[in-house]
C-alpha cells in the first residue's frame, strides 16, 4: 500500500510542472519598429496569452510611461495622438504582468519619426550682400533640418528655375554664375520629403545695380492677413519713371473701392477675400532703358 502511495506522489510530481509550463505567458502581439510622419497617430500593439488577469504598463527608454492626451494606453496597446520626435525618441517596451506578479517584458520598438523643419533662403557666397555686383558669382542655399532625402525647387519671384549655362541646381544650393540685373528678384524655395512640404519663409532678395535699370529700394513683404482685413505692401525702386503692381500677372492695377495705390509706390488691399491671395509683382519701370523692367513679387495668405 504504501508502494502505491509513493508511485502516485511521484506521479503528480511530473505531472504538475507541465500543466503549469502549458499556461506560461508569451507575446502574441508584440511592438515592432514603425515609420511614422511626425503630427501623425500611431499604435503600438501588445497582448499576450493567456490574457486572464493580465495587467499592461508601458515603459520609455526603462521608465514607466504615464498617460496624456497626447500618448496614452488604449486597452493593452500604447495610442500616439500626435507623435513628437523629440517626446517619442527612444525604446519602447510592453509589460504585462499576471496576478502573481510574474511579469514579462517585449522586444523594444522604436518610431522612425519622418519630419521636415522650416526651410528659409540663405546667402552662402559671398559673404554678404553688399559684395554682390555685376559679373561675381552668388550661391544660395536652401536651408532647413529634415529626415530622409529632401527635393528642392527654386524660384525666382513665380517662375521656377531650371539648370541653364548661368544656372546651376544641386542639392539645396543655387548657383548664379555672372550674375546681372536681369537675375534680380525674390529668390524662395520649396522642399519636400516623405513628411510633408515646405516653403521657404525667409526669402532672398538679389538687387545688382545698373546703368539701365532701375534699382529696388524697399522690397515688398509677404502678407498673412485675416479675412475681411488689410493688406499692406511697400515697395519702392530708385531710378524708376515707373511703378506698376500686377496680380497674377494681371495689371497693372488701378485704384478702386478696395485697392488704393500710393504716390510713394504702396499697395493696400481692404477686406481681403480668398480670392485676392497669390502673388503681387511690384514693377519698376526706366523709360529710357531696353532692359527687362525689375520686378520683386510678394505673396497674401489668408
Known amino acids: 500500500m504504501m508502494t502505491g502511495i509513493i508511485i502516485f506522489i511521484c506521479f503528480l510530481s511530473a505531472w504538475v510542472p507541465v500543466s503549469f509550463g502549458q499556461d506560461e505567458m508569451y507575446f502574441s502581439k508584440t511592438p515592432k519598429d514603425v515609420d511614422v510622419i511626425e503630427g501623425k497617430s500611431v499604435t503600438l500593439p501588445c497582448e499576450v496569452t493567456p490574457n486572464n488577469g493580465i495587467s499592461y504598463y508601458w515603459e520609455l527608454n526603462g521608465s514607466k510611461i504615464d498617460n496624456t492626451t497626447?500618448?496614452?494606453?488604449?486597452?493593452?496597446?500604447?495610442?500616439?495622438?500626435?507623435?513628437?520626435k523629440e517626446k517619442d525618441a527612444g525604446q519602447f517596451t510592453c509589460v504585462a504582468q499576471d496576478v502573481h506578479a510574474l511579469s514579462i517584458t517585449s522586444s523594444e520598438a522604436s518610431l522612425n519619426i519622418q519630419w521636415i523643419g522650416?526651410?528659409?533662403?540663405?546667402?552662402q557666397s559671398p559673404e554678404s550682400a553688399s559684395y554682390i555686383t555685376s559679373g561675381s558669382e552668388v550661391i544660395l542655399r536652401c536651408h532647413l533640418d529634415a529626415t530622409g532625402d529632401v527635393h528642392v525647387e527654386w524660384f525666382r519671384n513665380a517662375d521656377r528655375l531650371t539648370k541653364t549655362s548661368r544656372l546651376e541646381i544641386k542639392k539645396k544650393r543655387l548657383h548664379i554664375?555672372?550674375?546681372?540685373?536681369?537675375?534680380?528678384?525674390?529668390?524662395?524655395?520649396?522642399a519636400r520629403n516623405e513628411a510633408g512640404i515646405q516653403h521657404s519663409v525667409k526669402n532672398f532678395a538679389l538687387a545688382v545695380s545698373g546703368d539701365q535699370t532701375a534699382l529696388i529700394q524697399v522690397v515688398p513683404n509677404n502678407q498673412l492677413v485675416k479675412k475681411g482685413g488689410t493688406a499692406f505692401f511697400d515697395c519702392a525702386y530708385d531710378k524708376a519713371d515707373g511703378l506698376e503692381w500686377y496680380f497674377k500677372d494681371v495689371g497693372p492695377l488701378e485704384s478702386n473701392t478696395r485697392i488704393t495705390l500710393y504716390p510713394n509706390g504702396s499697395l493696400q488691399i481692404n477686406n481681403v477675400q480668398e480670392s485676392d491671395q497669390g502673388m503681387y509683382n511690384c514693377v519698376g519701370i526706366k523709360g529710357d532703358s531696353t532692359e527687362v523692367p525689375q520686378?520683386?513679387?510678394?505673396?497674401l495668405k489668408i
Open 70 to 84: 497626447r500618448r496614452y494606453q488604449r486597452g493593452s496597446n500604447l495610442h500616439f495622438t500626435r507623435v513628437d
Open 118 to 123: 522650416e526651410a528659409s533662403v540663405q546667402l
Open 177 to 190: 554664375k555672372s550674375v546681372n540685373p536681369s537675375d534680380n528678384g525674390i529668390y524662395r524655395c520649396i
Open 295 to 299: 520686378s520683386y513679387t510678394a505673396e
